[in-house]
């Protein structure tokens, strides 16, 4: 077991906190919430530099234009991006993270060539259709159905927390081709979001913005052309996008969470009660404390499923430990916080000097859906219990 | 880096094991509760294995290995339950004569412990104290001691003092006296570790037999998920216990003591909740015994107390991590 990083591990974190510290300065200033045009144009933009200079597509393979570097790289350039406060992938998250990954490893050679380079420059946003309201842990039962007529395929139903929709150009589909088998009767398809037919209608989160919407579909012609693998096989392939959510997929998350813990011992060190501050109060140290062994632990945890990874390409014990643990920790880290705020908690904007207060706030309500997206914590503790320690299956 | 195990390490997880399953099955370590605690010809056995004498350096008639691999081992000792001051007497050898070679049996404590509670006062032959000043020896013989029984743990026999420490005498500076302090609390969280993956096995394949409304309970999403907390939990300790192993041996790669407390707090965190959870997990069973739930839940609460509890660590994290 070695932690030390290589000479070139060193050289590249380097390099790149270098550039950042020259790039980071120069960026507009970030656009407001609902602004949607504008933050499609910062994200793309921020993705568009980090093209220009190299980073795009750290993790995607030199062949389709990615860096192709290697896990400790990746590990390093998620550490420092997130340390250095630089953008957010924001818009740019289904087509960098999934929808890319997912081209790459199951579309033909025109839809590779097609949409892999886009995406890289920050000109494709992608939105993942997948969830629907009768169908979202239990994704197979989706029910947004498609018929062939001739060259294309006719798309008609609804899907719903469609992240960035509003501002997507292609959506990844997963529409019902075969009502009569639940699993094989799937099929993934590339829409473009602009088919006549097609109805967006934002959803207002709890945080008051509208990151989702709901999607709907009525009789919206697809052309077959645009389906990736074969009709019936995209529940395989919806397992090949889920995939890549493991490795490095919740790395900056945690690199984020590290984070929040130094503010929340800053946020602590500012309130003050009965004439000292939050920080002198052993309680909250120990309690503050335990979180950041945990997530030293975890950080560890990530080393050693980086270099499973890298030897057999299979992380170790894989993305749902890290979820479940990452997502609960970060909730009580904010849980501290309202409690410590007290009513200074009542306001979503920093309260006189308690500087980071709001943001505090705010994370508390967004971190509620840590727990939800991406797989809720109920159906990961299904996964571990089933997968992993190999418990009987309920059905 | 490459926080992966190498083959020998591999090697020598997989020797610990088979040793510990052929030479401390669970009835040879329930025994030694009527010896007080140890036993020993299986003691030094454990001393021919290297236990002891892992770390010290080969050309003092040591094994040459590092603080990595002894909290591999450690894991290993851990997980069969093997009892006895397993990392006093580790740290005592090359300090003690005989430690090493499983002669001597070496227990230890903390100058300022109030609680003046000393494990295995009938078997062990030295105490070793710590304290800012260094390190210090004295026979276990000369302590003024009171009888304390019943024991939380039957493998882990307690008394009293009954007087102050005596001085004792040095065998180790402060500076590397710190170090041993820090180096024991990271086997000690390698034993902890073990535990909680023992406890998550022991759990698990109980919950694949036992039936009940006609099926197995594991089947039951209520105890799933309960069992997937305790591979969370040992999971994430895993990798903090590793990497405090790795950064005691090679400080460059990180500050000891944060690494160390990150790897202790969470390990005593798996081992105690995961323990609870299994005795939870075999029902009326778990209360009894004779099933091995409670051993592993009493000494996890024996060793989560050792070289600082959580309470300690949580607060000298804060101390290390934000001043
Ligand atoms: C911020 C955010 C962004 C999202 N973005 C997208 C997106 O871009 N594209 C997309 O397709 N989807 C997206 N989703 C949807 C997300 O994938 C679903 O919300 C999620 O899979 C859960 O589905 P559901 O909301 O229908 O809840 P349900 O499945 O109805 O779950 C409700 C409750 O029941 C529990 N439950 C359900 N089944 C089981 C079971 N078998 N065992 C135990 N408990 C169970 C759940 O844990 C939960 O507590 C997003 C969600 C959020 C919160």
New interface residues.
């Given amino acids: 077991?070695?932690?030390?990083?290589?000479e070139s591990?060193l050289a590249f974190r380097a390099e790149l906190r270098s550039w950042l510290a020259d790039v980071l300065p120069t960026l507009p200033p970030k656009p407001a919430p609902d602004d949607w045009p504008a933050r499609r144009d910062w994200d793309t933009g921020w993705q568009r530099q980090l093209f220009e200079a190299g980073y795009a597509g750290i993790n995607w393979p030199k062949e389709y234009g990615g860096r192709g570097a290697t896990l400790?790289e990746q590990l390093i350039y998620l550490e420092e991006t997130t340390r250095a406060g630089a953008p957010y992938i924001g818009v740019n998250f289904v087509g960098m993270l999934h929808a890319g990954p997912t081209v790459m490893a199951e579309a033909s050679e025109e839809q590779k060539a097609f949409h892999l380079p886009r995406i890289l420059r920050g000109e494709e946003v992608w939105c993942q259709g997948f969830s629907e309201p009768g169908a979202g842990s239990d994704l197979a039962s989706l029910s947004c159905k498609a018929f062939r007529d001739g060259d294309h395929y006719v798309v008609t139903g609804q899907k719903i927390w469609t992240s960035f929709a509003q501002v997507a150009d292609w959506c990844e589909l997963l529409v019902r081709t075969d009502a009569s088998s639940k699993h094989k009767g799937i099929t993934w398809l590339i829409c473009p979001m602009d088919l006549p037919g097609i109805e967006i209608r934002p959803l207002r989160t709890i945080v008051g913005s509208s990151e989702f919407s709901e999607v709907f579909f009525d009789e919206v012609r697809v052309p077959v052309s645009q389906r990736v693998g074969d009709e019936n096989d995209g529940w395989r392939i919806a397992m090949v996008t889920f995939s890549f959510e493991r490795g490095t997929g919740f790395i900056s998350d945690l690199v984020e969470t590290d984070k929040m813990i130094?503010e929340l011992?800053e946020l602590a060190k500012r309130v003050t009660r009965k004439g000292a501050t939050a920080w002198d109060d052993?309680a909250l140290?120990?309690?503050?404390?335990?979180m950041?062994?945990?997530m030293?632990?975890?950080?560890?945890?990530?080393?050693?499923n980086?270099?499973?990874a890298?030897?057999n390409g299979v992380p170790?014990?894989g993305g749902s430990?890290v979820k479940?643990?990452y997502s609960e920790l970060f909730q009580r880290l904010t849980d501290v916080a309202m409690r410590l705020l007290e009513r200074a908690s009542l306001s979503r904007d920093d309260v006189g000097q308690l500087v980071g207060s709001g943001s505090f706030v705010e994370e508390r309500l967004r971190s509620t859906s840590f727990t939800i997206a991406a797989g809720t914590s109920?159906i990961?503790?299904?996964i571990?219990?089933?997968r992993?320690?190999?418990?009987?299956?309920?059905r | 880096m490459d926080f992966e195990l190498t083959d020998d390490q591999i090697a020598l997880q997989e020797g610990l094991r088979s040793f510990c399953s052929g030479r401390f099955p669970i009835e040879v370590v329930r025994a030694v509760e009527a010896t007080g605690g140890i036993d020993r010809d299986r003691w030094r056995e454990l001393a021919d294995m290297g236990t002891f004498a892992l770390r010290l350096a080969e050309d003092a008639g040591g094994v040459g290995l590092g603080t990595a691999d002894a909290v591999l081992a450690f894991e290993e000792l851990g997980r069969a339950l093997v009892p006895g001051p397993l990392v006093w007497t580790h740290l005592a050898a090359g300090l003690v004569d005989g430690a090493a070679t499983g002669e001597v049996v070496v227990t230890g404590i903390e100058r300022d412990d109030a609680s003046g509670v000393i494990e295995f006062p009938a078997t062990a032959d030295v105490l070793l104290i710590l304290d800012t000043d260094g390190a210090w020896r004295v026979d276990v013989a000369d302590l003024a001691l009171a009888p304390l029984d019943p024991p939380l743990d039957p493998l882990t026999p307690v008394a009293r003092l009954t007087a102050p420490l005596p001085q004792g005498a040095k065998v180790l500076d402060a500076g590397p006296a710190a170090e041993l302090r820090l180096t024991g609390a990271a086997l000690t969280a390698g034993q902890l570790l073990g535990i909680s993956t023992a406890t998550t096995d022991l759990a698990v394949a109980f919950a694949k037999e036992r039936v009940q409304f006609d099926r197995p309970i594991g089947q039951f999403q209520a105890l799933k998920h309960l069992m997937a907390d305790m591979l969370t939990r040992s999971e994430v300790a895993r990798g903090a216990v590793y990497a405090a192993g790795v950064t005691v041996d090679d400080p460059e790669v990180g500050p000891v003591a944060r690494a160390v407390a990150a790897a202790k707090l969470t390990a005593g965190e798996a081992a105690v909740e995961n323990t609870k959870t299994c005795v939870q997990v075999h029902g009326g069973m778990g209360y009894t015994w004779e099933v091995d739930a409670h051993l592993q839940l009493k000494r996890a609460y024996v060793l989560d107390a050792a070289f600082g509890g959580r309470e300690h660590w949580a607060e000298a994290m804060a101390d290390l991590a934000f001043t």
Avoid: F, H
């Fill in positions: 077991m070695d932690l030390r990083y290589s591990d400790t130094s011992v052993v140290r120990r309690e503050i404390g335990q950041q062994a945990q030293d632990a975890l950080w560890a945890m990530t080393k050693r980086l270099a499973q890298e030897r170790g014990v430990v479940l643990y109920q990961q503790r299904n571990v219990a089933e992993i320690l190999g418990l009987p299956k309920d």
